[in-house]
């Protein structure tokens, strides 16, 4: 099976796509989508889509696991990652793949064996788990390899 996660973001998408076969891991690409600050948010949200686009269309995935979005104190910043977060899952789902949502909690307990584990200790055993010489770079890309780990290994819940 091969999944791509995702980490949703407006300036950083961390994406990382894996394949996944009688549990064992194989690293197909991992990296970010980035946009620039002072952009056009509408500009931002079409290079985010244009790029998930490509992503998918190039490595072909069975899956898309993304992070469910939970937010205590920014409003913009929430209302900003939730429309990056909606064109990511319009392009997976214009292109036919199913999407899967975890929440932060999930992914931890998938990882690490613990729900309330430290996001080192969540970037260590991604690292282990896919074999990789050290935690990838930025943080939201080791975050996105976490979430096709964690699809991976619990099949997850389709988004609609």
């Known amino acids: 099976m091969r999944i791509i996660g995702i980490d949703p973001g407006y300036a950083i998408v961390g994406v990382g796509c894996i394949d996944y076969e009688g549990n064992k891991f194989k ?14 948010m509408f500009d931002r ?3 985010i889509y244009d790029e998930a686009v490509d992503l998918i269309t190039r490595t072909k995935p069975d899956a898309v696991a993304i992070e469910e979005l939970f937010f205590q104190n920014n409003q913009k910043t929430a209302i900003n990652v939730a429309q990056a977060r909606g064109v990511l899952v319009l392009a997976a ?4 793949v199913p999407v899967f949502e975890y929440t932060p909690l999930q992914v931890k307990q ?11 200790q969540v970037q260590q055993m991604t690292k282990a788990i896919l074999n990789l010489s050290e935690v990838p770079k930025p943080d939201d890309t080791a975050d996105a390899l976490a ?7 619990t099949g997850g819940r389709l988004m609609w």
């Open 110 to 120: 998938a990882v690490v064996g613990y729900g309330r584990a430290e996001k080192k």
């Open 93 to 96: 789902k214009n292109l036919g």
């Open 147 to 153: 979430l096709a780990v964690c699809h991976a290994h």
């Open 45 to 47: 949200l079409k290079k």
């Open 27 to 40: 690293v197909v690409e991992y990296g970010a989508i980035t946009t620039k600050a002072g952009e056009d």
